[in-house]
């Protein structure tokens, strides 16, 4: 049988890697990795915006009338690329595994991290139980934590992201 933190350098190896499945059986054991690949269409949703009242409007009076709408939307796209453009920068903690989210050992106990805390690479910034076994999850980056993206007791999947760090 895996130990645990074996499980998790497999999991670092198959998310680094080209590979979209991986199966290990031993000993009667096996484990199923899959990857799930995020699609962001956020370049050509704008350029679609742009171009479809120009086409669908051909009376120039007409077309008066939506021009202020094409630049709000414009404007409002811009905003949402940029949003996306300043995450893209920043590490992204994910879930090694699928299980329950908790950002303290105990509910009296404060929080492992919080926006602006500063960690570093064995820094623990919470825990994900699955199936009994509490795993305590690190930043693995030195940095600043920007976001907190899931909420304490929240079910999160394998590779959701958890933490967004400024590296």
Do not use: W
């Amino acid at each position: 049988m895996l130990k645990i933190q074996e499980i998790r350098e497999l999991i670092k190896l198959i998310d680094q890697s080209s590979i979209d499945e991986f199966t290990f059986e031993h000993e009667g054991s096996k484990v199923k990795m899959k990857k799930h690949k995020e699609v962001i269409p956020a370049a050509p949703q704008a350029q679609t915006i742009v171009e479809q009242p120009a086409t669908l409007v051909p009376q120039p009076v007409a077309q008066a009338v939506p021009a202020p709408q094409v630049e709000a939307k414009q404007e409002a796209t811009a905003v949402v690329a940029s949003e996306e453009t300043g995450k893209e920068n920043l590490h992204k903690i994910t879930s090694p595994m699928v299980g329950t989210f908790y950002s303290s050992p105990s509910p009296d106990s404060p929080v492992y991290a919080k926006a602006g805390d500063k960690v570093n690479p064995d820094t623990v910034v919470c825990i994900v139980e699955a199936m009994k076994l509490f795993n305590e999850i690190e930043a693995e980056v030195t940095g600043e934590i920007v976001e907190v993206l899931v909420e304490n007791g929240q079910l999160v999947e394998y590779g959701q992201p958890l933490f967004l760090v400024k590296a």
